[in-house]
């Protein structure tokens, strides 16, 4: 299976294991929030936009509103489904690159979004294409870094994925590795390298 149909199988069991009111990661959203970012993602294109331009996401969270009411099973009835026959979406290698991360990253988002999460056992197939994926999309995602950046596993693979003055080596399993490359702080790294350094790192901003 893909990362992508994996990922979607996952959060949706996580979705009806923890119900509509769970917290998640992303600040202020509940799993309610975060289905309803989800189902708008793949099902309405014309207010997702709205998702990465910040003067066009009043159109976005009005089209999210649209699903105050819908019952939660229907709600994730619609994403187990996966996307329309007309979406995009549907189609295997664009599902993959669209989906495969951001499905695992919002997955994430709802299991650690409370105290005494722990991550997932490693998985050669996942962390593979995690890895793949972050090596390829770092630079974008750690292009306010002021400092060059490299991630290493502790299977000792490393990959540079930012130059600069001075370098940041990020450790960590592929998992993580992505989750704090999208910005998120509920995560398990070590970051190696001049104290300095380190902390301009800390202090910038990450993800998309």
Partial sequence: MSLASTERAGICDEFERVGPERPTLCEGWSTRDLLAHLLVRERQPWAAPGIVVPVLAPVTEWAMRGF???????????????????????????????????????????????????????????????????????????????????LRRPSGDQHVIKTGSG???????????????????????????DAAAVAAVAATPRGI
């Avoid at 991360?101 to 105290?115: A, Q, T």
């Avoid at 450790?171 to 509920?186: N, S």
């Fill in 68 to 150: 105050d009411n819908v019952p939660w099973g229907e709600m994730v009835g619609q994403l187990r489904s996966g996307p329309p026959a007309w979406s995009p979406f549907r189609i295997g290698n664009f599902d993959e690159l669209a989906n495969g991360i951001e499905l695992f990253v919002h997955h994430e988002d709802v299991r650690r979004g409370e105290p005494g999460w722990e991550p997932r056992q490693p998985d050669a197939e996942r962390d593979g294409a995690l890895w793949s994926s972050i090596t390829r999309m770092g630079r974008r995602l750690y292009r306010h870094s002021p400092v060059g950046i490299a």
């Fill in 167 to 193: 370098l940041v080596t990020i450790v960590g399993e592929p998992a993580e590795l992505v989750l704090h490359a999208f910005g998120r702080d509920a995560v398990r790294v070590e970051l190696e390298g």
